[in-house]
């Protein structure tokens, strides 16, 4: 096999979990998944970008990573830490002439969101995701944040005082299923 020009590591899973009936088996699993498997792919793929200076890599994350909702402790955590292990790794990489971006998308029309029983705001196409991804690697962006309404809804909610957040995030809460 030849040398890796681009990774984009996008595997995971989202399953939404509660206080009640709270399970940290489950919460391993996701961060097993979520987590642990991008870190490894991480591992694999480095060295060998970094030896030769050049190579770019994506994270799927999610503006889930932002702020913690109600259903999406486990979910909201993995990608929370995903931002956080990319925002680390992103100079030295761009020291050794790698590129690395975190993509945050909203609510995109996939298998993983049929399944979903509530309103998702500015849901977009898979397709529509993939050319927004496309084009914020060839740009060479850091972060590719979209759809735009959801990203500044997240980033406000995020930048808001915890009481109005609470109060905000509180109507969001269902019944654990
Ligand atoms: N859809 C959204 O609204 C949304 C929003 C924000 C972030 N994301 C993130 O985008 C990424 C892709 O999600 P999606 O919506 O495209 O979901 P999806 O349709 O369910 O696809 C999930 C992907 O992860 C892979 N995968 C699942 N479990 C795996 C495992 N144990 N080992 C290896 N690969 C595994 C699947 O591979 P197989 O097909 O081989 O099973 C599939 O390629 C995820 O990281 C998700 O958190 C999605």
Known sequence: MGSIDLAVFAAGTY???????FDSARFRAMVELNLIGTAQCLER????MIARESGQIAVVASVSGYVGLPGAASYGATKAALNVMCEALYPEL????????????????TPLTRKNDFPMPFLISAEEAADTIADGLVAGKYEIVFPRKM???????????????????????????
């Open 15 to 21: 399953f939404r979990d509660y206080a009640v009936g």
């Open 45 to 48: 793929v480095m060295p060998a």
């Open 94 to 109: 761009r020291s050794h002439g790698v590129k690395l971006s975190i993509v945050n998308p909203g609510f995109v029309d």
């Open 151 to 177: 990203a500044l809804a997240m980033k406000v909610l995020h930048a808001l005082p915890a009481r109005v957040r609470f109060a905000l995030t509180r109507r969001m809460l269902k019944s654990p299923s």
